[in-house]
Antibody
Framework: QVQLQESGPGLVKPSQTLSLTCTVS??????????WSWIRQHPGKGLEWIGY???????YYNPSLKSRVTISVDTSKNQFSLKLSSVTAADTAVYYC??????????WGQGTLVTVSS | EIVMTQSPATLSVSPGERATLSCRAS??????LAWYQQKPGQAPRLLIY???TRATGIPARFSGSGSGTEFTLTISSLQSEDFAVYYC???????????FGGGTKVEIK
């Protein structure tokens, strides 16, 4: 059973770059067939898709965040990463990584809370 | 962008009763719709994909129906562990786009 685990700083200063990594175990990112996603949830709110990446490096981003988002993959470490630049308090959220099968997220990490504050 | 609207925002149901949750798309998404369950402090869990196919390990009391713009998630007999927030999500134009509904909270009556 594939498992995903987010890691990264829980506190980021305004205007800086949020960086998170998702480590995948129990399955290989490079085996293909899946897209690897980042999704966030503002406190007490609904879910917002950020973007996803295929093992080949192809990426798709939410248009509302596209100018600030970069998702990358490191198949040698079986990890994929999220960078969100120029953060503000509005980027405070729980960030989830997930494995997408044909457009729906069948497997999720436990999530990590990132707070943007000085 | 396809907008997903869920109703009601909150549904109060007694254990053992049936719960019916609705999800409407602003344009047709065919059967490219998923449902998720989220409990407090936990990640969402996939329940249904393809509008009506249960994910692995999901009990038969959960069923999905609909196509086009109108979808329904039915929980036939609510168990205590079913009280949670439920989200629908369309993936008709995937890749790249997918969007979530705002969620329905199912609470104990």
């Amino acid at each position: 059973q594939v498992q995903l685990q987010e890691s990264g700083p829980g506190l980021v200063k305004p205007s800086q770059t949020l960086s998170l990594t998702c480590t995948v175990s129990g399955g290989s990112i490079s085996s293909g067939g899946y897209y690897w996603s980042w999704i966030r949830q503002h406190p007490g709110k609904g879910l917002e898709w950020i973007g996803y990446i295929y093992y080949s490096g192809s990426t798709y981003y939410n248009p509302s965040l596209k100018s600030r988002v970069t998702i990358s993959v490191d198949t040698s470490k079986n990890q994929f990463s999220l960078k969100l630049s120029s953060v503000t308090a509005a980027d405070t959220a729980v960030y989830y990584c997930a494995r997408d099968l044909s457009g729906y997220a069948a497997n999720w990490g436990q999530g990590t809370l990132v707070t943007v504050s000085s | 962008e396809i907008v997903m609207t869920q109703s009601p925002a909150t549904l109060s149901v007694s254990p053992g009763e049936r719960a019916t949750l609705s999800c409407r798309a602003s344009q047709s998404v065919s059967s490219n719709l998923a449902w998720y369950q989220q409990k407090p402090g936990q990640a969402p869990r996939l329940l249904i994909y393809g509008a009506s196919t249960r994910a692995t390990g999901i009990p038969a009391r959960f069923s999905g129906s609909g196509s086009g713009t109108e979808f329904t998630l039915t929980i036939s007999s609510l168990q205590s562990e079913d009280f949670a927030v439920y989200y629908c999500q369309q993936y008709n134009n995937w890749p790249p786009a997918l969007t979530f509904g705002g969620g329905t909270k199912v609470e104990i009556k």
